[in-house]
């Protein structure tokens, strides 16, 4: 399995806190994800990384921000958590396979969230 | 980005070949077709990818057809085991990776 962690793998929180979340790799990969995923859904891309400093939004990245200042790891932050952020995040990396840029993602074991 | 369209939900006995069909009618050219499953409380786990034609592995087969609008996964023989969420997703160069809703697979005794 590749080498993701996702710290905390729990947390609840309370409407208006900070929170952030962890997403560590020891593959030396470039791209790195955000996704959410809530009962009845698919997963949603929140923000993605292409390299260290480099980040881009996804789907749903309003009120969510990220930072990514060295390849191992992309952090996740709700400035401000709201109820409607209770959900599971995966965290995702992948690299480009063979020369003509199929990927594969690898994903961790996910966070779950709760905002009350 | 290229959007994809999946059924909600299948349902299947065991020992059966089940196909899972994905339309993704504005794939780019360089755009790659790639399948995930996600069991219960995990993240979703690759299981194939192609970009024209036909691919097989050890778990399953990719059917593509040559204008690319479309793909089909074939799990040959499936069981109990592969009750599952199954995403198809079009991208490449790990650029803006957009998942779809994904199907539902209910594998029955």
């Known amino acids: 399995d590749a080498g993701i962690t996702q710290s905390p793998r729990h947390k609840v929180t309370e409407t208006g806190t900070p929170v952030t979340l962890r997403c560590h790799q020891t593959?030396?990969?470039?791209?790195m994800y955000w996704y959410r995923q809530d009962p009845g859904h698919g997963l949603r891309l929140i923000h993605y990384?292409?390299?260290?400093?480099?980040?881009d939004k996804g789907e749903v990245s309003d009120g969510y921000s990220v930072s990514r200042s060295k390849t191992e790891d992309f952090l996740l932050t709700l400035e401000s958590a709201t109820s409607s952020q209770t959900s599971v995040y995966f965290c995702?990396?992948?690299?480009?396979?063979?020369?003509?840029?199929?990927?594969?993602?690898?994903f961790g074991p996910g966070t779950r969230l709760t905002v009350l | 980005l290229a959007k994809t369209t999946q059924p909600i939900s299948m349902d299947s006995y065991e020992g059966q070949e089940v196909n899972i069909t994905c339309s993704h009618n504005n794939i780019a050219t360089n755009d790659y077709i790639t399948w995930y499953q996600q069991f219960p409380s995990q993240g979703p786990r690759f299981i194939i990818q192609?970009?024209?034609t036909k691919v097989t592995n050890e778990v399953a087969s990719l059917f593509i057809p040559a204008d690319r609008k479309s793909s089909t996964l074939s799990l040959p023989r499936v069981s109990l085991s592969d009750t599952a969420v199954y995403y198809c997703l079009v991208g490449n160069q790990g650029g803006k990776l957009i998942f779809g809703q994904g199907t539902e697979l209910s594998v029955k005794p």
């Open positions: 593959e030396n990969h470039r791209y």
């Open positions: 990384s292409y390299g260290v400093k480099d980040t």
């Open positions: 192609g970009y024209k």
């Open positions: 995702a990396i992948s690299e480009v396979t063979g020369l003509a840029g199929g990927v594969e993602q690898f």
